[in-house]
């Protein structure tokens, strides 16, 4: 038998905690529950989506910590969102480029915002919510 599991979190390495902290709470509008400052900045935050927890963490000068590449394009966050449109409009109002929402073959209407680190963030909504 397998344990069960309790939890599942996602860990993103990133340039700015605060910048990052500040679009992922404000912005999208996710809950924060935790946070670690040091010399009067948050270095790493725990924030609540829908029962998943991201952590953001801090890079700095060390050799202990994980490797951050230039290059975030090997992980796509989803987000199923309520409305598309609200909050593409939402987004493009705090000015940040989103794509034009597409059909996907797997039943999606899906965008896409690129956060201040350049992590990918496919949002989407069921096709079925777009055809009533």
């Known amino acids: ?3 069960s599991i309790r939890s599942f979190s996602i860990l993103l390495n990133v340039h700015d905690c605060q910048i990052s902290l500040d679009f992922y709470q404000r912005v999208l509008g996710l809950t924060l529950t935790e946070s670690w400052a ?3 900045r948050v270095r790493w935050c725990s924030l609540d989506c829908a029962g998943v927890t991201l952590m953001l963490n801090e890079h700095r000068a060390s050799g202990t910590l994980r490797h951050l590449g230039s290059d975030h394009q090997d992980c ?3 987000l199923s969102v309520a409305n598309l449109s609200e909050m593409r409009l939402h987004l493009m ?8 929402p597409q059909p996907q073959e797997y039943g999606l209407l899906q965008c896409s915002v690129v956060d201040p680190d350049g992590y990918e963030i496919a949002l989407t909504e ?7």
Do not use: K, R
């Open 93 to 100: 109002a705090e000015g940040f480029a989103v794509t034009h």
């Open 1 to 3: 038998m397998v344990a």
């Open 38 to 40: 040091d010399q009067g």
């Open 76 to 78: 796509v966050l989803y």
């Open 126 to 132: 069921p096709l079925s919510v777009t055809n009533q």
